[in-house]
């Protein structure tokens, strides 16, 4: 489970993040919508050790990343897959070593393992045969299933999904949110999706919550008045 | 940011680069990849300049002595000149022109579209995976580049006396090896090795210290360029000093 606890930030006097507190239960993903600029991705690269914050606390099944050590952090983040609203893939990397490098990192699998691992987890993303194609190549959507599919690849317990569905058109998106739904359903990923987009936080979220003005609260309907 | 602060935090990069679990096994194929860019990639490039520096010193040379001492001192002369001076410093600064740039602009790029966020996320230290292959490589490639530069000039040198200044081989290679102090070459080689580490140094600092886009990126190259070739300069008078002064 992740507890954030009062998490606040700010940047001189822009409030970005006002005493945030939620929780991440097991095999759940816990949605943060909101508007554009309202710091969702500060909040989600706070969580995970990425950008400071000015008080609050984050605990990863029982350790505090805050108290962390860089070393425990590592660890902690070998537990997390992150999925970029840009991608952020190599671009000096092919699609094969773009997704087997977390396994090559962290693990003694061979050379051959590896390449086996990947090609499953194509297969899962539905981008089979692509391997060796390099992110130049790829579209905005297909880059977006490269993306989940690298962050997937060690089988961490968390994913993080940083606007997963922003930009893409609606038969992509609805193959992205069926990934994301199927890897919570049929591996237990747990995570948060932060997103704006309303469809694709009824469609994945099992708890959804906005942010807004640095606040968070729990919704428990999403209709239009959702962004009120 | 004072000069002071300056030296200090550019220090505290280099040490976070290289006093960092090497992981060799991970790092290696990365660090060849390093070398094989640095050296051979850079070698054309190199052979070109050392012809015309073995040329240029052979004709300098020859136009201030001859007449004056005896025609083999042009090879004692042109020989210390490449190994002690010329050979390295002009091979440092021709790879910091290609690599200290090329290297920031990479890093650079990589910050602003956040590839280096994402290692940091898959517990992938930036430090080891970017910096330490490139230091190792400029540090085993450098050397054996100012080597070549070194060789190629000379040769060049000993082949124009030969042709066009009266001086045959044997009187040139008679000064060249006559007065050659093993000082000499080994002191070229170890101004080599502090360049190849402000060269790599210089290159990923500037791409890490990136924020913003495209023109941070171009700025950092241009940074890495001129603090490299100053630090270069600089280096070169105090190894000079401590090694021939």
Redesign the interface.
């Known amino acids: 489970m992740i507890e954030i606890k009062n998490l606040s930030k700010r940047f001189d006097s822009l409030v970005v993040l006002d005493n945030v507190s939620f929780e991440v239960p097991e095999a759940s993903l816990v949605v943060i919508l909101g508007p554009s600029g309202t710091g969702k991705t500060i909040l989600l690269k706070s969580i995970i050790g990425l950008s400071s914050v000015d008080q609050g606390e984050v605990v990863f099944d029982g350790i505090s990343v805050q108290n962390a050590s860089k070393k425990e952090i590592y660890e902690i983040r070998k537990n997390i897959g992150f999925v970029f609203q840009s991608t952020a893939l190599f671009d000096s990397m092919n699609v094969r070593e773009n997704i087997g490098l977390p396994l090559y990192e962290h693990t003694t699998l061979s050379s051959k393992v590896i390449k086996e691992k990947v090609s499953k987890i194509l297969a899962i993303v539905g981008m089979s045969g692509k391997e060796r194609l390099y992110p130049q190549s790829l579209s905005g959507g297909m880059k977006r299933l490269i993306a989940i599919g690298r962050a997937f690849a060690l089988d961490p317990k968390y994913i993080f999904y940083d606007e997963p569905t922003t930009g893409l058109d609606p038969v992509m998106r609805d193959k992205v949110v069926q990934l994301i739904i199927d890897l919570k359903k049929n591996y237990r990923k747990s995570g948060i999706v932060v997103t704006h987009d309303l469809d694709t936080a009824k469609a994945v979220g099992d708890e959804i919550y906005m942010l807004k003005k640095g606040k968070i609260g729990k919704l428990k309907s999403i209709g239009k008045e959702g962004y009120g | 940011m004072n000069p002071f602060s300056a030296i200090a935090d550019f220090s505290t990069f280099f040490f976070k680069s290289i006093f960092i679990s090497w992981q060799l096994n ?1 790092s290696k194929g990365r660090i060849f990849n390093q070398i094989y860019y640095v050296g051979i990639g850079s070698l054309p490039i190199i052979i070109i300049i050392a012809t015309f520096v073995g040329l240029v010193s052979t004709i300098q040379t020859s136009y201030q002595l001859i007449g004056a001492v005896p025609r083999y001192i042009v090879g004692s002369s042109v020989g210390r000149m490449v190994m002690i001076e010329l050979g390295p410093i002009l091979t440092a600064l021709m790879i910091s022109g290609r690599c200290a740039s090329s290297m920031a602009a ?1 890093i650079g790029t ?1 910050r602003v ?3 280096l ?2 290692l ?6 930036p430090y080891r995976f970017l910096n330490l292959p490139r230091i190792v490589g400029t540090f085993v490639a450098l050397p054996i580049l100012t080597v070549i530069a070194e060789f190629v000039a000379l040769i060049c040198g000993a082949a124009y006396a030969h042709k066009f200044l009266n001086i045959p081989f044997n009187v040139f290679n008679y000064g060249l090896t006559h007065f050659f102090v093993t000082r000499d070459f080994f002191g070229g080689l170890v101004k080599s090795l502090f360049f190849s580490i402000v060269i790599a140094a210089s290159g990923c600092y500037f791409g890490f210290r990136v924020k913003g886009g495209a023109r941070e990126v171009g700025k950092a190259a241009t940074y890495a360029v001129v603090t490299s070739s100053i630090l270069i300069l600089v280096l070169d008078f105090l190894v000079a000093l401590v090694i021939f002064g």
């Open positions: 991970k990479e990589m579209t956040e590839q966020d994402a940091e996320t898959m517990a992938i230290n």
